[in-house]
């Protein structure tokens, strides 16, 4: 090491040691002013807070905004976070709410079939709506009932609000519904009050024709349609609908039933009437040959 180094080394040093001792002088001196108690050393304990505070007030207000800001950032983050939970919450919400609606649709809907009132001595069973499907050539509805049910072909399917159509095909877990509006349905009603017989013809509009009225001029646009029992086809008394007057002037029926948005169905326990089998029946009971020859020669 040069001569020159070390001199500057050992100034260096002893630079440092006296600014750590003054240092500590100014220190001993401010605790023994701060512990003393008479009236020149208040004097002088003022006097240095008057010259020390507007200079710790400079210093200590970027100290205090960048806490405030550190604060505001915080809080904002937290903001944040609470706002991302709210939104998912509000999320769930919409899907609960959605769902209760949903339920709540449901339930009205298995209220109104309850409402339907039949006759006492037919039976039904309730089952849901799998597939709808409408076209041009065919208007139906696939159901979860099916032979395993016990469902039959021919019998009737309404919802909450009157008649849907009737079982056109069995599965054994599914069963098809042919809708009163498919141009395959013909049901026989009874229009009420005027008690004038007719029969409802669907031509896959929403509206199936009124016909075969024998007194047309009998019946007015919103006189009720209900099922007449006639062939055995369906059950009487069963609602089908409302009359209405066509823009082409001709007599149609409002279906009662909303076939626009089927869910459940209530399908009609019931047996059509007996086919006739023996034509004999029709003419009535035979008589011996002996009593016809009898009559024969009275005649």
Partial sequence: MTPGKSADNYG???????????TLLICVML????????????????????QVMPVAE?????????????ANLQSYERLLTQNAELRRELQQMKAWREAAIQLEQENAKLLDLNKVKLKPSLSFISGEVLIEAASPFRQSA????????????????????????RIAGVGTSTARVLLITDTESRI????????????????????????FLEREDFVRPGDRVFTSGDGGVFPSDLLVGTVVRATDGRLRLRP???????????????SPSAPITVPERLIGPTFPLSERSVVTEDG
């Fill in 12 to 22: 260096s040093r002893v630079v440092r040691r006296i600014g750590v001792l003054f």
């Fill in 58 to 70: 400079l210093v200590h207000a970027p100290i205090s905004r960048a806490t405030d800001l550190v």
């Fill in 256 to 270: 009662s039933a909303d076939l626009l948005r089927l869910e459940f169905v209530r399908v009609i326990r019931h």
């Fill in 142 to 165: 696939l159901i979860n009932l099916g032979s395993d049910d016990r469902i039959r072909d021919g019998w009737a399917a309404m919802d909450g609000l009157g008649l849907v159509g």
């Fill in 188 to 211: 026989p009603v009874l229009i009420k009050p005027s008690d004038e017989r007719a029969l409802i013809v669907g031509d896959n509009s929403q509206l199936p024709l009124v016909a």
């Fill in 31 to 50: 605790t023994l002013l701060w512990r003393f108690d008479n009236t020149r050393a208040e004097r002088i304990r003022l006097a240095v807070f008057d």
